[in-house]
């Protein structure tokens, strides 16, 4: 090969890989594309202070009250899958947005996209489906309350209703059967404001569930994969767990994040950039499910990367970590909960991972999806 | 090139022409093509999988003497050995159950 | 998971690297052929683990990352096609050409899919009668079967309008190659143990003679790597250059005869492009005559592609082991996962991708201190 040239700072690339015309599957992926696209394309357009804080949810200030507010787009392809549907996820998909900034869920909307075709009978599971999780949304109530009997809510009556919604068709083909898109509104408790960038060397990093299995049960049914694999989506809304770890430890909570599409690693990238802080990881500590574990072999996958519905992460100061797993643990949603690493002031932005051997890796942010691969 | 991972063979499908079987990895079951494993392979049997085709039948009292050799080596206790293969368990990682 | 599990235990990875430290009296020179090999040094930190107590150089093992670019390229086009249903495994979405990668292709509406095995494609094409189905049959040896038994089976079907990309490569000659090289820096080889579960070890026991090197079988989980270097180091310490098998479980001499015989009977050996590398001779696999109805540069017409390289790649260089990533002038900096100039950025386990992953944490600190 040639002696190297001489490269000029700015260079351009004669084979560029970035697409700069159209959007790629890959800019939906929750990683680094996104994060490009909605830099380079939104914020170029989009800004003001609220926005800029890139928050799950957006704190805004009505007078003296605080309410947030969190708006998600849900595409899931097939439409029904094992544990849940787009229907049930949409709920819990929006209320936990809320939920991770301390905000307890009150009202919802929905729009919904149908296309031309799609059966009645499946809008009919979907939406019945959306109903039921909204109303068992675990607005679970007073404290002193006797512990619910072991299903994902701790239901108050009515739950979060949805109190307005929109309906479009569109043509044959122009969307996988249905898009819906929820908006929630949610009430602020100004002394608990759990956020990114308060995560601080020494906290604790917990996980409330078993990692990887929303992914993993969407993927088993994916053309072209198609495997039988004993997962079901966690989708669940997580308002109980925030109450709960609100009520024992307060603000010695730093962060919630619920780890949604591109999994763990992606949320914990983000927020170690947002705190300018390191993150240790510990493969040993991780709760990761036998059929997870097996599906992601099989695939070629890390299940760092694959989407969960209804786990959070919780950074919280060292001296309550075990306090926080406990009051975890007392709720049917957060039995596995588990320490899985530590916040770290070395090598700031960067999360890395103690292997099961004894090494060391970055866990980075992905670009685009994880792919199956033969390698 | 070489994703190949181990697992069970639950089930034979009897068409001659391309042996088809279900084989089983740690929970997650996917139909397998045994055609290259056709001559030897029964149910129960462990084999290698790559994109799908089954390459080899492993070779179980190979693995326990070298692995024997390498526990050797690494000092674990027997239970521990043993207790490993009973549990089909991933190593230290907390087993999480459904 | 039972045969799997077992090879990750962090005790017995800590006595092997202590027994390695312990035999090696300097830091000898192996090199991994395998993708698998590569992903599980870097996802599991094993490199960092050895230390310097070896060099390991991650070799040309990446298909992915040695298909030629005319391969891409035309597979590019045809995947562009209105009637073309274009099936692959899922880590060649990614691989830059002279113009772009297959998910573009798809963005602009080319019916590009991912498949997990090439028996899938066959099925897309059973349920497609009105589309043409083009499969990427690209691979070592050990996916060769795989790819051969879905030709067989189309053809036993008659399925017609399925079709194969073929550009699948071999082991023993690339190594050949690399120890024919000026500068040669590679003393011993840890040999693809997937491969050799297909291929057998045979045809590996001349290349050590010849060369003096041992070539040691060897798996892909960590306790297998590790085992593997201590083989070679041992061999290499004691001056002696044999054929070994550390992947016993999986592996045997003449290797699997019924795959071996279908590879046979579909393929034949061909010259090949090494993108970054350059032509090996006969280190390729191509469709034989009586198959060549399957061949997608037959039916539609592929043979003629203009491909250009970016050439601030250094992909050749690395992929030998003439440098480490880092030492490329675009490492990191023109050249990143998002913007990959070649192969080996594209892929988890091509080189460049690895050391951009696992060195960052080095990285920084001695960032840090040069300023």
Known sequence: MADSPDFPQGMSCPTPANDTERVQLGHGSGGKQTAMLVRDRFFAWLSNEILAKQTDAAVLNLGSTKIAVSTDTFVVKPLEFPGGDIGSLSVHGTLNDLAMMGAEPLYMTAGFVLEEGLELEVLDRVVASLARAAAEAGVEGRKGRADDTGDTGGAVEGGVPIVCGDTKVVERGKCDGMYINTTGIGQIDPAFTPSPEKARPGDAVIVSGPIGRHGIAVMAQREGLEFDVEVESDAATLWPLVERLRDAIGDAVHVLRDPTRGGVASALNEIAQSAEVGIELNENSLPIPQPVLAACELLGFDPLYVANEGILIAIVEEHVASDAVKVLQSHPLGAAAAIIGRVVSTNSGIVALKTAVGGTRVVDMLSGDQLPRIC | MCLGIPGRVVEIAGDASMLMGTVDFGGVRRETCLAYVADEVSVGNYVIVHAGFAISILNEEEARQSFELLREMGQLSGEEWMQNLANDSLGQNREVTE | ?371
Request: proline fraction near 6%; charged fraction near 20%.
């Open chain 3, 1 to 371: 998971m039972k045969y799997l599990s077992e090879y990750r235990d962090g005790e017995v990875a800590k006595q092997l690297v202590e027994k390695i430290r312990a035999t090696a009296t300097k830091p000898w020179v192996l090199m991994e052929v395998c993708g698998g090999q590569t992903h599980t040094i870097v996802k599991q930190g094993l490199d960092g683990l050895l230390g310097d107590s070896v060099e390991l150089i991650h070799g040309p093992g990446c298909p992915v990352c040695v298909t030629p670019i005319e391969q891409i390229d035309r597979a590019l086009d045809v995947a562009s096609r209105p009637d073309v249903i274009f099936t692959s495994f899922g880590d060649m979405l990614r691989v830059p050409g002279s113009d772009g990668d297959l998910f573009q292709v798809r963005a602009r509406g080319g019916d590009v899919r991912i498949v997990y095995s090439p028996l899938d494609a066959v099925k897309i094409a059973q349920s497609n009668p009105e589309k043409q189905v083009v499969f990427f049959a690209v691979g070592f040896e050990t996916t060769a079967p795989g790819n051969a038994m879905a030709v067989l089976r189309a053809k036993q079907l008659g399925v017609s309008n399925f079709s194969m990309l073929v550009s699948h490569v071999t082991v023993p000659p690339a190594m050949v190659g690399l120890l024919e090289s000026k500068n040669n820096r590679i003393q011993a080889f840890l040999a693809a143990g997937h491969v050799c579960t297909v291929m057998g070890w045979e045809e590996y026991e001349p290349i050590a003679a010849k060369y003096r090197v041992p070539i040691v079988v060897t798996g892909f989980e960590p306790l297998d790597l590790l085992e593997g270097v201590l083989l070679a180091v041992r061999q290499l310490e004691s001056g002696r250059a044999e054929v070994e098998n550390q992947y016993v479980r999986a592996v045997e001499r003449e290797g699997n005869k019924a795959a071996q015989y279908a590879i046979q009977q579909v393929f034949e050996p061909t010259d090949r492009s090494w993108r970054g590398i350059g032509t090996i001779p006969a280190s390729g696999l191509a469709l034989r005559g009586e198959y060549s109805q399957y061949d997608a540069v037959l039916r539609f017409g592929l043979a003629d592609v203009h491909s250009h390289e970016s050439e601030a790649c250094r992909a050749g260089d690395v992929l030998t082991g003439r440098i480490k990533p880092r030492e490329c002038p675009a490492f990191g900096r023109e050249c990143t996962p998002e913007t990959p100039l070649g192969a080996p950025m594209v892929s988890s386990e091509g080189a460049c991708a690895a050391y951009y992953n696992y060195g960052r944490i080095a990285l920084s600190e001695n960032e840090k201190s040069n300023g």
